[in-house]
């Protein structure tokens, strides 16, 4: 059975810096897509950024627009974990934040496989 655990939300200044890691179990991960979304109250939730798995290339990494140039996903496949780097954290990140994987890409951004339970992030102005 495939969990997700997440860590590493908490309360930040605008303007700061948060990590968030989740540690994938249950299955081998090395070839599926592994993301991150966001849902803040009273909006759907959203797709933040993720990694594409493409073969001996490696991975090809998509981010929202929102967020291109702030945040950073990275993967340890050794360790089957994802991690998001946050910087400059805006008021408006401000959201529950999900990691989630699929056994392709479709299956992770339009019809996610598997959720972790979810971490809050709050940025305060």
């Known amino acids: 059975q495939v969990q997700l655990v997440e860590s590493g939300g908490g309360l930040v200044q605008a303007g700061g810096s948060l990590r968030l890691s989740c540690a994938a179990s249950?299955?081998?991960?090395?070839?599926?897509?592994m993301g991150w979304f966001r849902q803040a109250p009273g909006r759907e939730r959203e797709f933040v950024a993720g990694?594409?798995?493409?073969?001996?290339?490696?991975?090809?990494?998509y981010y929202a627009d929102s967020v291109k140039g702030r945040f950073t996903i990275s993967r340890d496949n050794a360790r089957d974990t994802v991690t998001l780097q946050m910087n400059r954290l805006k008021p408006e990140d401000t959201s529950v934040y999900y990691c989630?994987?699929?056994?392709?890409?479709?299956?992770?951004?339009?019809?996610?496989?598997?959720w972790g339970q979810g971490t809050q992030v709050t940025v305060s102005s």
């Open positions: 990694m594409r798995y493409s073969g001996i290339s490696g991975n090809e990494t």
């Open positions: 989630a994987v699929g056994s392709t890409w479709y299956r992770l951004r339009y019809t996610t496989e598997y």
């Open positions: 249950g299955g081998t991960f090395s070839t599926y897509a």
